[in-house]
């Protein structure tokens, strides 16, 4: 029998017409998402939008000299992709850590870490495109007093090594 790339899968009576690839106008997202205080969530990609069974996508506005509460998305990872502005990430058990990412820049938030958005810039809106790794959005707001001056951290990898150290 010839493989047809989905034989695993029932084509569906519409032929994939209305069950297949969905385009979601910029300005038809969903605002109805939790909120965490200082910044607007819109759902573009969900399981109640378009039937997304593992992920979650949307956009995240966050005004000028704004900061969100503390917060963590449970199970959840998420990946924020900066568009516009400059986004400074706190995060830790007293958001004692941080970094900063601008236009093109990719943000990794693993499950379970408290963190807070905050849009570094005075006149700018920060605009990012966020996806998590589950169909609903899970946010828990947490009361946490940060401390007052966060400790820098630069990207390393296995691929991307420290910096030498000032001397």
């Known amino acids: 029998m010839p493989h047809d790339g989905?034989?695993?899968?029932?084509?569906?009576?519409?032929?994939?017409k209305h069950t297949g690839v969905r385009v979601i106008p910029g300005d038809s997202l969903d605002t109805n998402t939790p909120q965490t205080p200082g910044m607007n969530r819109a759902a573009a990609i969900n399981y109640a939008r378009v039937g997304a069974q593992r992920i979650w996508a949307g956009?995240?506005?966050?005004?000028?000299?704004?900061?969100?509460?503390?917060?963590?998305?449970?199970?959840?990872?998420?990946?924020?992709?900066?568009?516009?502005g400059r986004a400074r990430m706190r995060w830790g058990e007293k958001l004692e850590y941080v970094a900063e990412a601008g236009p093109g820049d990719f943000?990794?938030?693993?499950?379970?870490?408290?963190?807070?958005?905050?849009?570094?810039?005075?006149?700018?809106?920060?605009e990012c495109v966020l996806v998590r790794s589950d169909n609903e959005a899970v946010?828990?707001?947490l009361d946490i007093e940060p401390?007052?001056?966060?400790?820098?951290?630069?990207?390393?990898?296995?691929?991307?090594?420290?910096?030498?150290?000032?001397?």
């Open 139 to 141: 946010v828990v707001n």
């Open 6 to 16: 989905h034989a695993h899968h029932d084509i569906p009576p519409d032929g994939w």
């Open 147 to 167: 401390v007052e001056r966060p400790e820098e951290v630069l990207w390393v990898d296995p691929i991307h090594k420290a910096p030498p150290a000032a001397g």
């Open 59 to 84: 956009t995240v506005h966050i005004h000028p000299n704004a900061r969100t509460g503390a917060h963590h998305h449970g199970p959840l990872e998420s990946v924020i992709y900066v568009i516009r």
């Open 107 to 126: 943000i990794y938030v693993p499950p379970y870490v408290p963190h807070q958005e905050i849009n570094a810039s005075t006149d700018e809106t920060l």
